[in-house]
């Protein structure tokens, strides 16, 4: 039967292959060698053996099966090029959020279970020193630099939340206007680090690198107009 969408079918149809660093590079020998497999991979059977050790069958759950499946994925692929070449062939447009998002999840519970985020938060909220337009400024910095390692709006919120709360009511500042603070720094660093574009990259066959010139840009300029508005709000 003929079919009435060519244009879906001639693409889902053609191969794809993955544009490639210069071999000598180190990137490019990272996203060739079993060693980066490895590294995420044996923890994450480790981390099984023992919990399905200490559970029996109970802890088998939506995320350990998520787990399990990234980590044979990776090591039957042998290498995390040819494993994310073969997540982009079988999920174009949104290969890089199937990929990216169960990674950050496991960095979400590093930094939340180790209390490096409450750290972060505290230190940038102590550096205020009591002065509510600093604390609003330094808890707008501190959320863009947790950001960058919890990407997740949600995520972000239940690690620095209690920190930022806590310093509004110590320097007896607008805790909505701490709230908003946390939000815009959260949004600040995703104009370096931009998921909007992750289908688009994928769709298209451009790197991130490629554009991460322009999102910095796009990054200190509005850092700069977002503290200046925390000031004098």
């Known amino acids: 039967m003929p079919s009435s969408s060519p244009v879906p079918d001639a693409y889902c149809q053609v191969p794809f292959s993955p544009p490639s660093d210069p071999p000598g590079r180190l990137p490019a020998f990272l996203d060739r060698s079993p060693l980066v497999v490895w590294c995420v991979a044996l923890p994450a059977f480790i981390w099984l053996a023992l919990r ?43 290969a890089g959020i199937i990929l990216q998002f169960p990674l950050y999840a496991g960095i979400l519970g590093m930094i939340r279970g180790s209390g490096l985020g409450a750290a972060v938060s505290g230190a940038f909220a102590g550096a205020a020193g009591g ?14 630099l947790v950001n960058l390692f919890v990407p997740s709006g949600g995520g972000q919120w239940a690690v620095q939340a209690p920190i930022a709360l806590q310093a509004a009511a110590d320097a007896d500042a607008d805790p909505g206007a701490i709230v908003m603070a946390v939000a815009y720094g959260d949004q600040w660093t995703n104009m370096l680090q931009p998921f909007w574009a992750l289908p688009l990259l994928a769709i298209t066959g451009v790197k991130a690198r490629d554009i991460v010139g322009y999102t ?7 850092g700069a107009w977002m503290c200046l508005c925390l000031i004098l709000l």
């Open 131 to 144: 002065s509510e337009p600093l604390l609003r400024v330094m808890t707008f910095c501190s959320a863009g």
């Open 216 to 222: 910095a840009i796009a990054l200190v300029a509005g």
């Open 52 to 94: 399905f050790h200490e559970r029996g069958l109970g802890a088998l759950d939506l995320n350990s099966a998520n787990l399990a499946f990234l980590a044979l994925g990776l090591v039957l692929h042998n290498s995390a090029s040819r494993y994310a070449a073969a997540i982009e062939d079988g999920a174009r447009g949104c």
